[in-house]
């Protein structure tokens, strides 16, 4: 069974910057449509990052320009880059295959404080 385990959350300032990272056991991201997910409070989940098999990229408008998605294929991890954060942004990440979603992990608290 596919585990995922998210990891980098934290608390910042607006206008600051955080990374977080994925990982899991069993399988190979590379080969595999994958994405970042955020739920904030009283709000559906939202898949606001998604990186394809050939490495294309696409973004929610509310993250394009500054968030980035990027696998590192030597260590098997999944990271978003996040910058310029505001504090809409704040809500628990998590990551997740796009089609034929595995078992959801526990996500990583992100809070940017005003």
């Known amino acids: 069974q596919v585990q995922l385990v998210e990891s980098g959350g934290g608390l910042v300032q607006a206008g600051g910057s955080l990374s977080l990272s994925c990982a899991a056991s069993?399988?190979?991201?590379?080969?595999?449509?994958m994405g970042w997910y955020r739920q904030a409070p009283g709000k559906q989940r939202e898949l606001v990052a998604q990186?394809?098999?050939?490495?294309?990229?696409n973004y929610a408008a509310s993250v394009k320009g500054r968030f980035t998605i990027s696998i590192d294929t030597a260590k098997n991890t999944m990271y978003l880059r996040m910058n310029s954060l505001k504090p809409e942004d704040t809500a628990v990440y998590y990551c997740?295959?796009?089609?034929?979603?595995?078992?959801w992990g526990q996500g990583t608290q992100v809070t940017v404080s005003s």
């Open positions: 069993g399988i190979i991201f590379s080969r595999n449509a």
């Open positions: 990186i394809s098999t050939g490495s294309s990229t």
């Open positions: 997740n295959r796009i089609v034929a979603s595995w078992n």
